[in-house]
Every structure is written in C-alpha cells, then in structure tokens.
C-alpha cells in the first residue's frame, strides 16, 4: 500500500477560509457595474474575513475591491486611501497590480488630477502587455482615451477607443465592448455630431443589457436623454434622463447621478423653466457635498451662479461665483499636497542610495523640484489670498489698492496699473495707476494708438512680457514706441469677462530680465481675478442706482397717490369734505364713541333761500355764497378731531366727536355769528335782509341697539323744526 499525506484539520480549515475569501472577492468584482454599494458590502466581509486570517492575497485583492467601489460611488478620498493600500502589498500578482493602477487613474480622472491618471494608465499598461492581459489592456486603452477627451483631443480619444475595442476583438468573452462604444458616443456628442452620438449610444446599450451592465446602460440613457434634448425633443429627452437616474439610484454611483441631475438642470433652464433648473442643481449639489467630490461642485456652482446671475438675483449669483472661487483653491490646493507628497515618496525610496552619482544627481533634481514647487505654492497661495479678498468687496479703489499691496510681495512692481475701456472716449482710461508708490492721476490710452503695449494687449487679448528695450523691436516689430520707455520689464494681460476684453493690467519693473514666462502666468491668474471683482463692482453700482431711481419713483408715487387721496375726499366747490368722506368719518367715529362710550354731536345746516338767492343775483353768486359759508363754518371748528363737510347743494354738516348736547350748541352758535360776518359782505337777498343759515342738532351716546343713521335723521328732523320755526334758529332735538 503506498504511502499518503493526509492534510492537518487546522490546513483544510484554512484552505476552505480561503476559498470564501477568494469567493467573496469575485462576487464583489461581478457586482461592480450592477450595484457598488453591495460591492463594497461584500469587499468589506472578504478584507474582514481576511486579515482573521492572515491571507495576504485576500487583504490585498479585498482592498482594491473597496477602493473600486468608492471610486464608483464617489468617495474619492477613500478611494484613494483603499487602493494605495492595496498596491502597497507585496503580494506578486501583476493583473491586481494593473487593475489598481486602472482604478487609481479612474479616480485621478474624477479628481481631475490629470497627470497622475495618465502616469497610473501607462504603469498598468505595461503590465497588462508584459503579463498579455488583453482584458486589462482594453480597459485601459479606453482610459488612457478618456483623459484625451477630457481635454478636447477628440481626434486622439476615438484612436484609443478604437484600439481598445481592437485590443478585445480576439477575445472569445467579448464583455467589455460596451465601455470603449459608449465612451465613443460620448465624444462625438461632445463634438456635437448627433447621428454618430446616438448610432454608438445604441449600440451600447443592446450590448448592456446583454451584459446586464448597469452603468453603462444608465450612462447611455443619459447620452440619449442630452441627443434627444439637443435635438428639441424634450419629452424624450425627460423619459431617457428618468431611466438613467433610476438605474443610478439603484446603483449609488454618486458621480454619473449627479452628472444626470445637472443634465436635468440644463434641459429646464434652457426650456426656461428657473424653478426646476434650481430644483436639480440643489439636488446634484447636496450628493456633490455627500461625496465631498471638490470637482464636481466646481461645475455645480458654476451652473447654480449662472442662473441666480440670469434671474437678476446677484447676491446669490455672487455667492455661488465665491463657492466657486474656494473650490478651485482647495483643488489647486490638494493638486499641490498630492504632487509633495508624490516628492516626499520618491526622496524616502531613494535614499538608500543617495551615495550613487547617478541618485545624487537625481535627488539634486527633485530639491530642484520640490523648491520651484514650494516657490509656486507660495506665490498660488498669495494670488488666491488676494482673490479672496478683492472678491469680498464692491469697493474699487480698496480693491486696486490690495491688490497693489499684494502684488509687491509676489514681484518687482516699480510700476502698477489697471486700465479700463470707456466707450465714450474710445481709450484705456487708467483707474489706478501707481509708479514709484505715488499716484498717476489722469492717465489714459486712446485705442488708436497703435504704439500702445496696453491697446495691443486689449485688442489681441493675450499676455504680453517684455524683458529689455531691445526686444520691444524684435518681438513686437509691428509696435514703434514714441520714446524709450522707462521701465525696461513690462507685462501686460487682458482683463476679460465672458471672452470680451474690458480692460488691461500692468506690471512693470526698472530692472531688466526680472520676469518670466511663472510671472506672466501669475499676472494671468490675478487679471482672472481682477475681472470678476470688476464685474461685481459695477453690477452693484448700477443695481444701486436703479435701487434709488426705483426709490425715487416710488416716493413720487406716494406724494401722487396722497394727493389723489386728499382730492378725492374735497368737495370740489368748497375744499372742505364731501360727502362721501363725511360717511367714512362718520362710522369711525361712532364706532369709537361704541367702545368709549362717548358722546357725538352732528349739526345739520342749510343756507336758507338760496334758491331765492341764485334766481337774483345768479348761480355765480350762490357759488360765491356757498364758499363763503364754508369758510366760516371751518373757522367755527377749532379741533382737528372735528369735521366739516358740504352735505348736499346748500347743506352742510358738523360732526362733532366726544361733544355733548351743550359744547354742541355752543359750536352751533359761533357758526351763526361767523356765517352772519361772513355774508354781511355779499349781496343781500333783499333789502335789508341778510343771508342766515338754520341748524338742526342732535346728540346721542352710542349703544348696541342705535345706529349712526339715527343720528343723521335726528339731525334731519331737528333742522326741519328750525325751518319752520322761521329759519334762522337753532333747533336740537
């Protein structure tokens, strides 16, 4: 009988923990494209499972596995975290190794970190080609091609997509074709060629859901939605982008949900609908910040700034343009510590060997390196300090004067200017100009100067460096100055807004050669900078003035409307109340008098014979009559809480407020005396027979079964015993 060696239990049990490892692992990577979140969940049970264990394959592989899934769900910064770790382990297996190398330029890309995703595609090249993976290969063919696109190299992006598809032909599992062909229909929708867009979109998605690949189906969809919107075809435009985002909400891919949410954004905002445009982009930015993806919400605030700038609301519009600006430093910021970082790993894995010539020389290079890049992070840190700052105010003259101070710590500026152009003098006029530290007053450049660096600057709209005088021939042959400048370095960049040129900035410096091609792109930066203080400035001067011409017009509008009122509530003939105000006024006070239970006095009053009268001496006259007695009876009311108002043709009213029956007469009886003065001045009705008024007079205390009526008929009444008592007389009733 031969011999066998028979495994120890603790060895199988080790093997089948390890087949499970193994196992979890591939589950994993088939969930990847249907569901990254159940992904991650299984990648995590494997690294747990693993490291238990000790399987240094398993941790490994279940590292990059999770890595993968935060690149799909976009958290980039654990992503990276995962895959480093994972390349970190020394575990001899190229294709993991290639495929870590693919996943960490993917999220490079997201991060839009763009030279470290083309180095990490072109490592995990060549270990796909030296191990013959055309798998991996393919895939990263089709990467190398997506950095290409994102930088509008489409020509080059549809040669790699095309030699990625090349790279899969002769493979028999044909899985992967539906990556590189929606990848393809990406560019040419980018390019704005429909027919091809949707011919590759469709292609993909048959081949998707084939493949039951969820990604690329949604991302297809999404294609499709934009074709269909660019194409006017706005229903299925909404149907596409809707199924899109169903498949991504299933799949948490944060990143392509919020590029369908900002697709849905522009269809509404083109189709003029603001609400839902909005509704959207808060959407898209609320995951942006979940992901806490910086280059995503870049895009989002742009779009948010564009609409509240197109709706007229500036200060959001100027908020969003803020966001933006603090976004973009924090990316230039962790574009810079990724690039340290990526120094301070390459110095640590070379100094073993720093006694070589070959390793000195390249260590000199890096602290080159690495102290021309500390020098350009501390110039990037003062420019975005400064555009911080000269984007917080509205104040131009504090926004030229920081400027200039700043400006001195980052070059030599013996000379500093910013010129804007006024239309109405066809010239550069210099706001700011300062030389030696002392002002410039009244300097300016007309457009027809053709010897002027500033006008060829604004009208070429690009930088311009001169080092000495004797390149102000040689590279601008076209310019020939009137005399030696006195400054020997000068550059100059456009101020530009939405692609036009409003203006220029300078800095210039006695001393030759002290510029170069860093400082010129610096001065770019804060020209960016400059211009959108500008704008803002002078968006806000203008909605001020409008603000106060609006303000004037509306306070004429007030003084017109009071008016309006106070005419509206005159009898024409007399100016005193009409009858429609005695109304009011009546039933204001009544119902106060309710409340305080007070007393109100009205006195009835009529100009006896003015019939008579007018048929005599004319209506003229009569006219003249009834003012008269208008006058009077105002003179007979000394407070302002009383009120007189022409009640009829020849009858008037007193309304008294808070006046018994005996203050009441009293009033009554000066009106008489008044009107008797009044009239002993006009015309008699006959001989010796002067005009008099009769006055009815009633007085009550207002209560819940009375009404203001009452008072008025009480009065009525009282007037009519007045007239036949004789006219001329008093009656209360």
């Not at 073993?352 to 110039?379: G, M, P």
Request: glycine share 4%; aromatic share 8%.
């Amino acid at each position: 009988m031969p011999l066998t060696t028979t495994p120890s239990r603790a060895r199988v049990a080790a093997i089948e923990v390890y087949a499970e490892i193994d196992h979890l692992n591939e589950q994993a990577a088939s969930l990847e494209r249907v569901s990254p979140s159940q992904m991650l969940k299984k990648a995590q049970q494997a690294h747990q499972l693993a490291t238990t264990a000790g399987y240094a394959k398993g941790i490994a592989r279940s590292l990059a596995q999770m890595g993968k899934a935060h690149v799909r769900l976009g958290n980039l910064v654990e992503a990276d975290q995962f895959l480093a770790q994972a390349q970190a382990s020394e575990v001899g297996d190229p294709q993991l190794q290639g495929e870590i190398f693919s996943n960490r330029g993917i999220n490079y890309i997201y991060s839009r970190v763009y030279d470290k995703a083309f180095a990490a595609f072109h490592q995990g090249l060549d270990l796909a080609r030296n191990s013959g993976n055309q798998v991996l290969e393919a895939q990263l063919l089709n990467n190398i091609g997506e950095i290409y696109r994102e930088h509008k190299d489409f020509a080059t992006a549809i040669a790699y997509y095309n030699q990625s598809l090349e790279a899969q032909r002769t493979l028999p599992d044909f899985k992967r074709k539906s990556v590189p062909v929606a990848n393809l229909s990406t560019v040419y929708l980018e390019m704005n060629d429909l027919d091809n867009a949707e011919l590759y979109a469709r292609q993909a998605l048959d081949v998707a859901r084939e493949q039951n690949d969820q990604m690329i189906e949604s991302a297809c969809l999404q294609q499709l939605g934009i074709i269909a919107k660019r194409r006017g075809q706005q229903e299925q435009a909404i149907e596409y982008l809707e199924a899109s985002l169903e498949i991504y909400r299933s799949t948490k891919e944060t990143i392509h949900t919020t590029e369908v949410l900002l697709a849905f954004h522009e269809l509404y905002f083109d189709a003029g609908n603001v609400e839902l445009s909005l509704q959207y982009l808060e959407r898209a930015l609320h995951l942006a910040e979940e992901a806490d993806s910086l280059a995503l919400r870049v895009d989002i605030y742009t779009e948010m700034a564009r609409v509240y700038e197109y709706i007229g609301d500036m200060q959001k519009a100027l908020f969003y343009y803020k966001q933006y600006q603090a976004t973009m430093v924090a990316i230039d910021k962790a574009e810079r510590e990724q690039r340290l970082r990526a120094i301070d790993m390459q110095i640590a894995a070379d100094e073993s060997f720093r006694e070589k010539e070959a390793y000195r020389l390249l260590n000199e290079e890096l602290d080159r390196r690495a102290k021309d890049l500390e020098e350009e992070i501390l110039t990037r840190q003062a420019i975005s300090d400064i555009g911080r700052s000269i984007t917080a105010t509205l104040d131009l003259q504090h926004i030229f004067d920081l400027v200039y101070r700043r400006m001195q710590q980052v070059m030599p500026a013996d000379c500093f200017g910013i010129g804007l152009y006024d239309a109405t003098t066809n010239a550069i006029e210099y706001l700011y100009l300062m030389e030696d530290d002392n002002p410039v007053e009244g300097y300016s450049t007309s457009l027809e100067n053709t010897s002027s660096f500033a006008v060829t600057c604004y009208q070429q709209r690009q930088g311009m460096l001169i080092n000495s005088y004797d390149e102000i021939i040689s590279v601008f042959a076209d310019i020939t100055p009137r005399r030696e400048p006195s400054m020997a370095a000068i550059m100059f960049q456009p101020l530009m807004v939405k692609g036009e040129s409003i203006g220029v900035v300078t800095v210039q410096s006695r001393t030759e050669r002290v510029y170069g091609q860093k400082t010129l792109d610096v001065l770019g930066m804060l020209a960016s900078y400059l211009s959108i203080a500008i704008l803002n400035a002078r968006r806000s001067e203008k909605l001020q003035e409008e603000i106060q011409q609006r303000q004037q017009v509306e306070q004429q509008l007030r003084q017109l409307n009071r008016e309006l009122a106070r005419l509206s509530n005159r009898d024409g003939l007399t100016n005193v109340a009409n009858r429609r105000y005695f109304d009011q006024t009546l039933q204001h006070v009544w119902h106060r008098a309710l409340r305080q239970q007070l007393y109100v006095s009205l006195l009835l009053i009529d100009v006896d014979f003015l019939k008579k009268y007018n048929d005599l001496h004319g209506h003229l006259s009569g006219d003249d009559v009834i003012r008269g007695i208008a006058q009077a009876l105002e003179q007979s009311v000394k407070r302002s809480t009383d009120l007189v108002a022409r009640y009829g043709g020849d009858e008037f009213v007193v309304l008294l407020n808070d006046t018994d029956t005996t203050a009441a007469v009293a009033v009554a009886e000066t009106i008489q005396r008044n009107v008797a003065a009044c009239c002993s001045t006009l015309p008699q009705l006959e001989r010796s027979t002067p005009l008099t008024v009769s006055i009815g007079l009633a007085t009550m205390m207002p209560d819940a079964n009375s009404h203001s009526r009452d008072l008025i008929a009480r009065s009525d009444l009282a007037l009519y015993q007045a007239k036949q008592a004789g006219r001329n007389c008093i009656r209360v009733y």
